[in-house]
């Protein structure tokens, strides 16, 4: 993992090679390598995101260019932490953040779990397993609403063949009781891979002579996967839900392609009210700065996470 | 890439000086709505590229991304539509943000004289400040939100029988609001040859626009007003009047008692594949849409009829049109005022029309022969004498997107009461009004 | 045959395996779904029950790349006989075709902007990337973290100042805008990957390389960069795919010059509706060249998907 980055990093070319070099200095070459990447993260991510901060204090509608700009100060942080609709979609973000977390590391896990018993033919069904995440979301999400469609979607037909309810009698994305998991499963179905082969990694770095030691000191095999595979497997996993969290966080693509925030409010996550007031309402300052506590907030839980990631793994 | 973009902007330059120094054969692209009356303006058209050497391509969005990629499209400065046949309410922000190129010299040289459009689309879809004589867009295309109906289901005498029976009236085109909703909570569910079929089709959709056109059916005719004083944006008692909370409850029951399951999100296209299928005994659409469902095989011809949005305590029906404008960040302009001119003479008008353009020339419209071209032109003109229509305010979407989110809450997601929807409403739009510096 | 205690019995290598099929194949329906949908016809699609079994045609796939009018039976019989099936069966349906459809354009941009942004990606990344893998640079672990935080941004925060100042150098719904865009999205992600690859390389080799007197250009591009060359591959992919699946900054910054597919394909209609059978054949073209890739790059899947973070 990471630390063995860290640790090729510090040790850079020899001094005594380094002398004989012809040419330009090593020094230049190195700045010569990575300007451009610096200057292009500068131009496009680092500038922006100033912008960002500077605009966060204005009353700036980027499609009124005509009116006065004003600096109003904290204005708009106060309105945002004010508004209950904000809240609204935090709530709905948090809702689809936990329970994709929570299938997603259930299934993923246990599916490695699974492969990892090396039957005949793993590497083919994972690979198999693997391809829905790799897929466009925009384009997949869209699909779906053709599979929740009421009466004629596959989706209510396999429901209604197991369950013997109408298939017209529920409706995945227009319910307000239905459409927050409607989300959550084709999250789960995209990303459910990406845990499990995080998880697969970190099941096949357990060398073998742990579990022959155990079995020496007659551990029973439950005891096994509890002492010796959960913890060894977890800082893997731990890497898997930073990921994906920090992925699910800022979720937009899927969710505006199946149910665009609706019904009502109910799937209205903080990225797609995000984009509303940007791009539609065009309240440019006032988006400005809700996307700096979007920002904020991710950076600041990542961190923290991080830490405790990073304790998990001295252990 | 410095000197990538710098070039690549001194080769865009140049073309566009080439261009532009050829008098003749420009590439003019008009950006619209994807749906029938586009198909017919391509047609059209093919006219105004054989008399001027010029030649036309078509920007087609759907509807429901259709606001959001053009207003994306003029706020970012784009130049891919020349020509623009914007929504109503988009004129006071393409007028005041310099979107749309000022029509009133042009007019002026060209001898083209608004009195010669009607009165009401020249109010909705040309004026900036609202009502005054500077214009900004030619009327393109009337349009009010409309209904039709299965005649053929409403002159079954089986189904005439059975609507007596339940309600003791007669089946006909419905004369008020309520009428409507008892006709449709009368053929909802009801089996017509083998079929389930349901009560209405109506408008729900969250995204855009859809659901704030449908209640806005319902809450005209029962009397609904923006503002108390025009012009003074005072709205409490006007957009929460009891009579607005007895309309959008309406709207909600109808929703409720009446549509197709699984109606939560629908809007045009919905309307027309529910009714073309045979799900539906009515709906409401634009009466853009009216020409092709009179065509269609299956469900057209004598199975059809059309009626204006019924009334309540008044009448009044919800605005649809367009007006047609030239975008000023435009490089081809004179080809694309060369393409008003060419639209706005009575001929082309007449011939937009037949095609299935609404057209709102007075020429067309006043023709002794208008009303009896088809079975919906006489409704039109009706429609139109009693339409309203959105703010047409530059923060129009905004208080789009409030309405949006109010009304869907309420209806479809069973939020809270209609007063507290309306009041939700009135501090939405409030607080739009403030920023804007109107209240 | 010797006992291990970390191999599984048969009989438990059975049962995951047929645990884990079953979760292959029910994972597979919805993308089975797709591919099948598009050789349905219109009624076919959207018939109750859905139809498993059915006669395959590719009208989805003629009305994906044509436009059509409707026209009365009596036009349609004035007509001359159909040039070509794809006429013939746009005609069964009381249809003329009236030209092509705007698919083959987006998919082109597509096809542009993500070619285009994966080299200068990776031509930008490997550069960088030896960089840090080589020499001794001052804040290299803030730099390096830097690159990767930026990933972190919600893209539509991003999009507002991109969008802005996009407006004011007129790179909006350009192809050359996004290109620089998605480059920026992605460097983050070549550098972290290739800084690993190039990290495995014996450094050795270039080190005797330079004794032999060639200067540090010759080495990096006649020792390292073919030792590199698989990894290179594969970060490549890894940039294509994520530039190609890119939905956020597509739909808000292109609306017509340069839109790519993924916002285009949602919003195909029919004439009166929505047609599945061409939305479902435009996301079979677009999703295929992603497939095929993934199972090219199966040994290096999980090394792309976790910014390298985990090499196994």
Wanted: net charge negative; hydrophobic share 45%; aromatic share 14%.
């Amino acid at each position: 993992m990471s630390e063995k980055t860290i640790d090729r990093l510090a040790s850079a070319t020899p001094v005594r090679v380094a002398r004989k070099v012809k040419g330009l200095s090593d020094r230049a070459i190195a700045w010569i390598f990575v300007g451009p990447t610096i200057f292009l993260l500068l131009a496009i991510n680092i500038f922006p995101l100033l912008w960002t901060i500077n605009l966060s204090f204005t009353n700036f509608k980027a499609n009124r260019l005509n009116r006065e700009v004003k600096y109003i100060g904290l204005r708009n942080y106060e309105r945002i932490l004010g508004d209950a609709d904000v809240w609204l979609s935090m709530q709905a973000t948090a809702h689809f953040l936990f329970w994709t977390l929570f299938f997603q590391v259930l299934i993923g896990f246990t599916l490695a779990w699974l492969i990892n018993k090396k039957f005949r033919g793993n590497d083919l069904w994972t690979t198999i397993i693997v391809l829905p995440m790799m897929l466009s979301p925009a384009v997949v999400g869209n699909f779906w609403t053709f599979l929740y469609q009421p009466q004629i979607g596959l989706f209510n037909y396999i429901m209604t063949f197991f369950t013997g309810a109408d298939p017209s009698s529920f409706d995945m994305l227009g319910s307000v009781d239905l459409a927050p998991w409607a989300i959550v499963i084709v999250d789960t179905w995209m990303w459910t891979p990406f845990v499990m082969l995080i998880c697969l990694a970190g099941l096949r770095s357990i060398p073998d002579y742990i579990y022959e030691a155990a079995e020496i000191d007659r551990a029973s095999k439950l005891r096994q996967f509890f002492t010796i595979t959960v913890p060894m497997v977890l800082p893997f996993l731990m890497l898997a839900i930073l990921f994906r969290g920090i992925e699910n966080f800022k979720m937009f693509d899927l969710v505006v392609q199946l149910t665009g925030g609706g019904p009502g409010s109910i799937t209205e996550m903080a990225s797609i009210n995000l984009k509303r007031e940007a791009f539609e309402k065009w309240r440019t300052g006032y988006s400005s700065a809700f996307a700096i506590i979007l920002f904020v907030t991710v950076f600041g839980l990542a961190s923290v996470y991080v830490k405790a990631l990073n304790k998990v793994k001295e252990r | 890439m410095k000197h990538l973009k710098i070039a690549s902007v001194g080769a865009l330059s140049l073309a566009a000086a080439t261009l532009s120094t050829g008098s003749q054969a420009e590439d003019l692209t008009l950006c619209w709505a994807a749906w029938d009356p586009a198909n017919a303006l391509v047609e059209l058209s093919k006219d105004f590229e054989a008399e001027s050497g010029h030649s036309m391509n078509f920007e087609f969005v759907p509807w429901p991304n259709f606001a959001d990629r053009m207003l994306n499209e003029l706020n970012s400065g784009g130049k891919l539509c020349d020509l623009l046949i914007g929504d109503s309410q988009w004129i006071g922000g393409g007028a005041e943000n310099g979107h749309y190129v000022k029509l009133n010299d042009f007019f002026d040289k060209e001898g083209i004289s608004m009195d010669d459009f009607a009165p009401a689309t020249v109010y909705a879809y040309s004026t900036w400040p609202k009502g005054s004589p500077n214009y900004y867009a030619l009327p393109a295309m009337g349009d009010a939100n409309g209904w039709f109906y299965r005649k053929d289901w409403f002159g079954r005498d089986d189904i005439k029988a059975a609507y007596k029976e339940a309600t003791g009236e007669e089946l006909g085109e419905p004369k008020s609001q309520k009428e409507l909703l008892k006709i449709a909570q009368f053929f909802q569910g009801r089996e017509i040859d083998g079929n389930t079929v349901y009560g209405a089709a109506i408008f729900t959709e969250r995204g855009s626009e859809g659901i704030t056109m449908g209640a806005t059916s319902a809450l005209y005719p029962w009397g609904f007003k923006y503002e108390n004083t025009p012009g003074k944006y005072d709205m409490e008692g006007a957009v929460n009047s009891p009579e607005a909370v007895e309309a959008l409850e309406f709207y909600k029951e109808l929703y409720k008692t009446a549509t197709p399951p699984g109606y939560t999100n629908s809007y045009m296209g919905e309307s027309l594949d529910a009714f073309k299928s045979g799900q539906v005994a009515m709906a409401m659409n634009w009466f853009a849409f009216f020409p092709g469902l009179y065509a269609d095989p299956d469900t057209g011809g004598d199975k059809i009829d059309f009626f204006v949005n019924p009334p309540q305590n008044q009448a009044g029906s919800t605005l649809g049109g367009q007006g047609i404008s030239v975008v000023s960040y435009s490089e081809n302009k004179d080809a694309s005022l060369e393409y008003i001119k060419w639209f706005s003479d009575p001929e082309v008008q007449a011939k937009w029309w037949s095609m299935g353009g609404y057209s709102a020339h007075n020429s067309v419209l006043n023709d002794a022969s208008f009303k009896d071209s088809a079975p919906f032109a006489g409704d039109f003109l009706t429609a139109m004498e009693a339409v309203q229509d959105f703010w047409q305010e530059p923060a129009y979407a905004e208080l789009l997107l409030a309405m949006q989110k109010r009304v869907h809450d309420y209806v479809v997601a069973d939020k809270g009461t209609a007063k507290e929807a309306l009041d939700l409403l009135i501090e939405d739009w409030t607080e739009v009004f403030e920023d804007e510096g109107k209240l | 045959m010797s006992y291990s205690v970390t191999e599984p019995s048969p009989r438990q290598k059975w049962l995951a395996g047929t645990l884990v099929i079953l979760y292959a194949v029910i994972t597979m329906i919805p993308l089975l779904w797709i591919m099948m949908t598009g050789f349905k016809t219109p009624p076919d699609s959207i018939s109750y029950p859905p139809k498993v079994f059915f006669e395959p045609s590719v009208e989805g796939y003629v009305n994906l790349f044509t436009t059509r009018t409707r026209v009365s039976p009596e036009q349609l019989e004035s007509l001359p006989p159909p040039e070509n099936f794809a006429e013939e069966i746009v005609r069964n349906r009381d249809m003329v075709i009236a030209g092509p459809s705007k698919f083959a354009g987006r998919f082109l941009n597509s096809v542009i902007i993500g070619f285009g942004s994966t080299f200068l990606s990776i031509f930008l990344g490997t550069l960088a990337a030896y960089a840090f893998s080589r020499f001794r640079i001052p804040l290299a672990d803030d730099l390096l973290f830097f690159i990767l935080s930026t990933r972190m941004m919600p893209p539509i925060a991003v999009a507002i100042p991109i969008f802005l100042m996009y407006r004011k150098l007129g790179l909006s719904d350009t192809h050359l805008g996004m290109i620089l865009l998605y480059t920026a999205v992605n460097i983050s992600l070549a550098v972290w990957l290739l800084k690993g690859f190039i990290d495995e390389i014996p450094r050795e080799y270039e080190e005797a390389a330079l004794i032999d007197g060639y200067t540090r250009f010759q080495a990096f591009y006649k020792v390292v960069l073919p030792q590199a060359a698989t990894g290179i591959a594969s970060t490549a992919i890894f940039c294509l795919i994520f530039a190609w699946n890119e939905y956020a900054f597509a739909v808000l910054l292109t609306s017509g010059t340069a839109q790519t597919a993924p916002p285009f394909i949602p919003t195909i209609i029919g004439v009166g509706g929505l047609d599945w059978p061409a939305i479902a054949a435009g996301a079979t073209l677009f999703l295929l060249p992603v497939m095929i890739f993934t199972v090219m790059l199966r040994k290096h899947l999980l090394r792309g998907i976790t910014f390298g973070a985990v090499r196994k």
